[in-house]
């Protein structure tokens, strides 16, 4: 995350935190408040940090480059910055809560006092101070009913903002081309992977698949061409996988495909399939109709790989597939 990003998101988080400390002060100084107008403000400054951290950065990709193997440092900001907002929401939500409950117990005991005032028997030089007592202990209570109130609906709203968080850092997991998973995406997948395979020992499959001869599309037909061809192939991979496979854009032509609690052999049967649905399919342009190959890489994952090793077996046997002569399948062995 950049230094300007980073100040402005916290900038606006410790407003944002300010303002619950400002709401019990205003409400027993008598003073108007607007508390959904002032939250409002506050997550407009945020969403516009995301905007303009997005605009600045954002570049064309070009279909057919293939991106090095790194993490996209834009998405990677929007990512931590989604992150980051979520957690200030979470702690706003956290702190209203407890400022509801104390409210209530103030309330609760104030009302306690009040009625054991009422019932004692006041000498007459006391009965002024009594009944001053009482009213400003009516005039609290009164206010924390206020206070409760514009905190319900100030709950109201962080609950929407952080579903719109969460909206938010789904879109920038997503690569827009394909809709499919981004790189910044899988690479957290894979991550995870490796961690519940050590844990729980279940197998899972990676396969990397590049489209054959792709350049020759962008060259022949244009790069508008390409990318209905490279969306013409997400769903048609995606069409033959489970639910519950991960399938990414890795970048340019390559796509990345996790296969949950799939051994290498059941994992190698469905990378032929993939093969021989791309290949029987029929991609139609403006003035064409084209057929396309795959290329697949296959690796299981071993007790011994880390995110790194077990993408560099993937990408050998994929490697290993298009110097074979491309539109087939190769088989990583456990390293």
Known sequence: MSITTYFQVFGSGLVAGMLILAIARKINSGEEIDIIGAFRKVFSLLSGTFRRSSAKNEKPEEAGDVLPHVVDPREQNLYDSA?????????????????????????????????????????????????????E????????????????????VLTEQQHQIEDL?????????????????????LNEMIVLHKRYGDPFTLMMID??????INDSYGHPAGDRILKGVAL?????????????????????????????????????????????????LDDATLTMTLSIGVAEANATDNDETLLKRADEALYRAKAAGRNGVSISGQG
Not at 170 to 189: H, M, P, W
Not at 211 to 216: G, H, Q, W
Not at 237 to 261: H, M, P, T, V
Request: charged share 30%.
């Open 169 to 189: 850092r789904t879109a920038v997991r997503i690569d827009g081309l394909t809709q499919l998973a981004n790189r910044s995406y899988f690479d957290e997948k």
């Open 211 to 216: 489209l054959d001869n792709f350049k020759t």
């Open 137 to 156: 202990i009516d005039r609290v209570i009164s206010s924390n009913a206020a206070l409760k109130g514009e905190l319900a609906k100030s709950q109201a």
């Open 83 to 135: 992150q980051t907002v979520r957690s200030i929401l979470m702690l706003l939500a956290t702190h209203i809560q407890r400022t509801d409950k104390a409210a209530s117990d103030s309330s609760l005991v104030l009302r306690d006092v009040k009625s054991a005032m009422n019932t004692m028997d006041m000498p007459t030089d006391l009965n002024e101070a009594h009944s001053l007592l009482v009213k």
């Open 236 to 284: 048609k991979i995606k069409a033959s996988l489970r639910g519950s496979d991960f399938l990414a854009r890795f970048g340019g032509d390559e796509y990345a495909l996790i296969l949950i609690k799939t051994d290498v052999a059941a994992a190698t049967e469905v990378a032929w399939k993939l093969c021989e649905e791309v290949r029987a399919s029929r991609f139609l």
